[in-house]
């Protein structure tokens, strides 16, 4: 088999984003930006490729592909398919960089990275808490071993992949961004013409802490206070149900909506006052800056990510992991004053744009790639 020619630094520079094509998290989203941000005018050419799941769902590819992003899929049935046919695309598309997004897909990616012979591999961790075996935890030191950079998408991930044994030398933070034009609106939405409503953008899941946020709800209705809630994400049935079931044993069935999946959430976010992120642990919480972005004053739990994001009593309040008394206080807080929940929406606003905006993270990236572009390929 011949060595592939792989374009050098004088020329645009090739990147391959590999990706779970699943959707539902924050991962796929972020390669998607980068993808973008590159194609709307740096240096870099890019290329998505995503690892089929059960619920890729073939209409997301294809609105993709309308919107004119350059997308590969490959199949997800078994780790040896996705390397086989990743592989192949990097034998024909000739990336200098390959950047495998989140936990499972990063071994997979830089697995078929090594074998074509791609110069440089990027590992972006997505997560402060993946469900990594003592198995996939070695995988993951020997291939750090022949990456050139590992990426965190917050400093608390880049701490926890330093606490996994990944080189301090090569580890770096890059923080998640978002687009702003859909919220362009929001300074012309005060939160006093909003519904006094609460929204949670998450999906079903383990890793998210609905319970707590329902169980605060009911604290609320004791409090004289019943404000809507919705609850906007998709998730399995047996995450879901559980949920549903705790709403109506405390009565709340009629006042929490489950919507599922949702492609409004930008007017949903503008027409409420109040953003939660209720979580047991997170990466770069994009949810959480999506509902900052809007205006909404924010509430979320204190979890590495998350105390990122929010500076305490200056663009939103932190409340304790689990602690549904906590979570009433502050919810009842922004509830009953306006003025305080007005105040901390048009901080968090203008934090956003000064910190988490899709074009200062497509930015960091392009410049991580140039950095690596230039230097020689590594090697273990």
């Known amino acids: 088999?011949?060595?592939?020619?792989?374009?050098?630094?004088?020329?645009?520079i090739r990147v391959v984003h590999f990706v779970t094509g699943g959707f539902s998290g924050g991962a796929t989203q972020v390669a998607i930006q980068l993808v973008n941000a590159s194609l709307a005018g740096s240096e870099v050419i890019p290329l998505l490729v995503l690892r089929?799941?059960?619920?890729?769902?073939?209409?997301?590819?294809?609105?993709?592909?309308?919107?004119?992003?350059?997308?590969?899929?490959?199949?997800?049935?078994?780790?040896?398919?996705?390397?086989?046919?990743?592989?192949?695309?990097?034998?024909e598309f000739r990336p200098d960089i390959l950047v495998a997004h989140g936990f499972s897909e990063h071994l997979w990616g830089r697995y078929a990275g090594l074998v074509a012979g791609v110069p440089h591999l990027v590992?972006?961790?997505?997560?402060?808490?993946?469900?990594?075996?003592?198995?996939?935890?070695?995988?993951?030191?020997?291939?750090?071993?022949?990456?050139?950079?590992?990426v965190g998408c917050s400093e608390g991930v880049r701490q926890a992949l330093l606490?996994?044994?990944?080189?301090?030398?090569?580890?770096?933070?890059?923080?998640?961004?978002?687009?702003?034009?859909?919220?362009?609106?929001?300074?012309?939405?005060?939160?006093?013409?909003?519904?006094?409503?609460?929204?949670?953008?998450?999906?079903?899941?383990?890793?998210?802490?609905?319970?707590?946020?329902?169980?605060?709800?009911?604290?609320?209705?004791?409090?004289?206070?019943?404000?809507?809630?919705?609850?906007?994400?998709?998730g399995k049935r047996q995450h879901r149900a559980p949920l549903e079931r705790l709403a109506a044993e405390l009565g709340l069935s009629r006042q929490i909506q489950f919507l599922g999946l949702c492609r409004n959430v930008p007017e949903l976010l503008l027409t409420h006052r109040i953003a939660v992120l209720s979580t047991h642990y997170?990466?770069?919480?994009?949810?959480?800056?999506?509902?900052?972005?809007?205006?909404?004053?924010?509430?979320?739990?204190?979890?590495?990510?998350?105390r990122e994001v929010i500076d305490h009593g200056v663009d939103?309040?932190?409340?304790?992991?689990?602690?549904a008394v906590a979570l009433a206080d502050a919810l009842e807080r922004l509830l009953r004053d306006l003025a305080l929940a007005e105040r901390l929406g048009i901080s968090a606003q203008e934090m956003v744009v000064r910190e988490y905006t899709r074009e200062r993270m497509g930015a960091r990236y392009e410049h991580l790639f140039?950095?690596?572009?230039?230097?020689?390929?590594?090697?273990p």
């Open 370 to 379: 140039q950095t690596l572009a230039a230097k020689p390929p590594r090697t």
């Open 1 to 12: 088999m011949s060595t592939p020619v792989f374009a050098n630094s004088t020329h645009p």
């Open 316 to 323: 939103g309040l932190l409340v304790p992991e689990g602690d």
């Open 282 to 306: 997170e990466g770069m919480p994009l949810a959480l800056i999506e509902g900052m972005a809007a205006g909404c004053a924010v509430v979320g739990s204190a979890v590495p990510g998350v």
């Open 123 to 150: 590992h972006v961790e997505h997560n402060t808490r993946e469900r990594y075996t003592r198995w996939r935890r070695a995988q993951t030191r020997w291939l750090a071993r022949r990456t050139s950079r590992i």
């Open 163 to 234: 606490e996994m044994g990944m080189p301090p030398e090569r580890t770096i933070a890059i923080p998640n961004g978002i687009r702003l034009e859909p919220f362009a609106e929001a300074s012309a939405r005060p939160l006093a013409g909003r519904t006094p409503g609460i929204v949670m953008v998450s999906r079903m899941s383990r890793q998210k802490d609905h319970p707590t946020l329902i169980r605060a709800v009911a604290l609320l209705r004791d409090r004289g206070l019943s404000p809507p809630v919705l609850l906007a994400g998709a």
């Open 52 to 91: 089929r799941k059960r619920r890729t769902d073939p209409a997301r590819i294809a609105e993709l592909e309308s919107a004119g992003i350059p997308v590969r899929v490959v199949p997800g049935w078994s780790h040896a398919a996705s390397i086989v046919s990743l592989f192949r695309i990097c034998r």
